[in-house]
């Protein structure tokens, strides 16, 4: 005999699943980040493509947590919603992109520092089908899961702890889950221009853009140049012992970058590429959920200390960062950057199909230690010599190639995907 549920049972049995799918347990923990990703990562979500049903899915998402959290709401909304077109950037595509980033905020205790902020952002907008910024040509649901869902993830944990404190933070601290990031920084951008809460008192921005692939420990810092307070203090709170890999720069493929040319201190927070980057392979399973608790955790100490700590958060610009280097961005050459790599020179982590790396005939595993006459050291090297040049500009890469020096020829493309 076949058991049949009865409709009350269906009802309450749904009721239940939709209930667990917000249940999550006290503190910042691996299984909650696990949950989290199985619904900003799921087939339901498709990939939250900027505009689409998906993003809106994730957009309810988020919202509804933060309400849950009884996180405050501006005006009683959760959302700003925004437009932009990606006609500029793709003919094909349509005139106008309707978004919403999704924030919260935690009121500061303090009667004079509640007027200051500290901003917590992940995007969580990704690819949904593929397209013109994913690396792969597969029209297959491109689930982001560490782009950006185990940002949004951090992000949503590091809210709830905060959340469930009895003692606030001084300074207000606001959570952003930014949209239209993929398509170029539209969300964050968009932030900047209208702010909701004054951007001249916004102590800072983190963060939090693929948080999690940790693997030997390894966590790279940016922004670190971006205020002089910014060095000791994440060597000081680094209690986990993370291998943390430093760069001052305050630009970047990420929403912060946004942040950055306004003058406010960044940081960003990466655990680094890898072959799945941006392809539909992207998915929960390869997330190292334990890993990403602990960076949760680290950031979520940092924005405490910057929340609480008296004085304002200094701005400054590292040398080599320019105008003209945030412009850079637009010129692609397609080797991934091996960001664990610690000799002199830039190592490439891996070549993307068509680029003008490929092209090039680099090869996975080459140390790049000159671009035309310049040497170069490291990362920030090599950014600042690819500020100089435009997308058509040919180049000559110094190589070495299994201990021999080679010299190639490289013509640079236009870059087309942010982070
Ligand atoms: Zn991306
Ligand atoms: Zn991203």
Same mark, same amino acid.
């Given at each position: 005999m076949k058991k049949y549920l009865s409709p009350i049972l269906l009802i309450v049995a749904f009721a239940a699943s939709a209930r667990a799918q917000v249940q999550t347990v006290p503190g910042i923990t691996a299984a909650d980040i696990r949950q989290r990703l199985s619904i900003l990562a799921s087939d339901s979500l498709e990939?939250?493509?900027?505009?689409?049903p998906g993003a809106d899915r994730a957009a309810r998402y988020i919202s509804s947590e933060f309400k849950r959290l009884k996180l405050s709401p501006k005006a009683g909304l959760y959302f700003q919603p925004f437009s932009f077109s990606e006609h500029a950037l793709d003919?094909?595509?349509?005139e106008k992109t309707e978004a919403r980033n999704v924030y919260a905020f935690i009121p500061g205790s303090d009667p004079i520092l509640t007027g200051q902020y500290v901003i917590l952002g992940a995007h969580y907008d990704h690819l949904g089908h593929g397209g013109?910024?994913?690396?792969?040509?597969?029209?297959?649901?491109?689930?982001?899961a560490d782009d950006n869902a185990s940002g949004v993830a951090g992000l949503l944990e590091i809210a709830e702890d905060l959340a469930r404190r009895q003692v606030r933070p001084k300074r207000t601290i606001i959570f952003i889950a930014f949209s239209g990031e993929e398509e170029g920084l539209f969300g964050s951008a968009h932030y900047v221009d209208d702010?909701?809460?004054?951007i001249e008192s916004t102590q800072t921005m983190l963060n939090m853009d693929m948080?999690? =692939?940790?693997? /030997?420990?390894t966590l790279i810092v940016q922004g670190?140049?971006?205020?002089?307070?910014?060095r000791s203090l994440v060597d000081n709170l680094n209690a986990p012992k993370l291998n943390l890999k430093y760069f001052?720069?305050?630009?970047?493929?990420?929403?912060h970058a946004k942040f950055y040319a306004k003058n406010v201190p960044v940081l960003f927070f990466f655990t680094g590429f890898h072959p799945?980057?941006? =392809?539909?392979? /992207?998915?929960?399973?390869?997330?190292n959920a334990g890993g990403e608790a602990t960076i949760a955790k680290y950031v979520e100490s940092i924005a405490l200390d910057l929340a609480n700590r008296p004085d304002r958060i200094p701005f400054t610009r590292p040398v080599g960062d320019t105008e003209q280097k945030a412009a850079?961005?637009?010129?692609?050459?397609?080797?991934?950057?091996?960001?664990?790599y610690d000799g002199e020179g830039l190592r490439i982590s891996e070549v993307t199909e068509n680029s003008p790396a490929e092209i090039a005939e680099l090869k996975k595993g080459d140390v790049i230690v000159k671009f035309d006459d310049m040497p170069i050291k490291n990362i920030y090297d090599y950014t600042n010599a690819l500020a100089k040049h435009k997308p058509g500009d040919m180049v000559y890469f110094t190589l070495q190639r299994n201990g021999s020096e080679i010299k190639l020829p490289v013509v640079l493309g236009r870059r087309k995907q942010a982070h």
């Open positions: 990939g939250r493509r900027t505009g689409s003919s094909t595509k349509h013109p910024f994913a690396l792969d040509s597969s029209k297959a649901i491109h689930y982001g702010p909701l809460f004054p948080i999690g =692939r940790m693997s /030997d420990s670190l140049g971006t205020s002089p307070v910014f001052q720069t305050g630009t970047g493929p990420s929403d799945d980057y941006h =392809r539909a392979t /992207d998915t929960k399973e390869k997330i850079s961005f637009g010129v692609y050459v397609g080797g991934v950057p091996d960001y664990g």
